[in-house]
T-cell receptor
Framework: DAGVIQSPRHEVTEMGQEVTLRCKPI?????LFWYRQTMMRGLELLIY????????DSGMPEDRFSAKMPNASFSTLKIQPSEPRDSAVYFC????????????FGPGTRLTVL | AQSVTQLGSHVSVSEGALVLLRCNYS??????LFWYVQYPNQGLQLLLK??????LVKGINGFEAEFKKSETSFHLTKPSAHMSDAAEYFC????????????FGTGTRLLVSP
């Protein structure tokens, strides 16, 4: 199994630009999670999906952030417009209802907004 | 609401010494408990998990943790530290509700000196 795949691994952009982060979960997993990690705030859950449906988006910081899961094998996290304070590492994770809440993390996308 | 508290943002040990990373949880129902490890510039990797079976749980790389309900603790230990154990360690909790949502602690960075 290839594990959770995220792209790009690194993204540098300028303030005001749109940023799209991508995630491919482990095949057969029905939960998908987006996290943000910063030195100041640690690991924060932004949103999670079950069977492609958003279940809890209470962690999404503001309307500039949006996430979609058009099918079971793909999800995006979009920031528009981006701001310097969005600089962080964004992780995607997936898990299975058949498991015991074990989440498998991708390698992360390091976002730098100048 | 479920939560975990990790005591000590940094723990320093010498190579060969005992590793003890502390985690206390708060949960009104029987929890599932997890330890994840994050190596530099990588995603989180599951070390071990407690899911209401044996209270002493063995994980990868020689780590183990003991669930103590009376102390609401789930401390992570390793008898002899290795240089390669230097990483950040996260404790996490969930409840068996099927919602698959983990709540992570703030992390403990383990430093191993020669």
């Amino acid at each position: 199994d290839a594990g959770v795949i995220q792209s790009p691994r690194h993204e540098v952009t300028e303030m005001g630009q749109e940023v799209t982060l991508r995630c491919k979960p482990i095949s057969g997993h029905d939960y998908l999670f987006w996290y943000r990690q910063t030195m100041m705030r640690g690991l924060e859950l932004l949103i999670y999906f079950n069977n492609n449906v958003p279940i809890d988006d209470s962690g999404m910081p503001e309307d500039r952030f949006s996430a979609k899961m058009p099918n079971a094998s793909f999800s995006t996290l979009k920031i528009q417009p981006s701001e310097p304070r969005d600089s962080a590492v964004y992780f995607c994770a997936s898990s299975s209802t058949q498991g015991t809440d074990t989440q498998y993390f991708g390698p992360g996308t390091r976002l730098t907004v100048l | 609401a479920q939560s975990v508290t990790q005591l000590g943002s940094h723990v320093s040990v010498s190579e060969g010494a005992l590793v003890l990373l502390r985690c206390n949880y708060s949960s009104s129902v029987p929890p599932y408990l997890f330890w994840y490890v994050q190596y530099p510039n990588q995603g989180l990797q599951l070390l071990l998990k407690y899911t209401s079976a044996a209270t002493l749980v063995k994980g990868i790389n020689g780590f183990e943790a003991e669930f103590k309900k009376s102390e609401t603790s789930f401390h992570l230990t390793k008898p002899s530290a290795h240089m390669s154990d230097a990483a950040e360690y996260f404790c996490a909790v969930s409840v068996n509700t099927g919602f698959q949502k983990l709540v992570f602690g703030t992390g403990t960075r383990l430093l191993v000196s020669p």
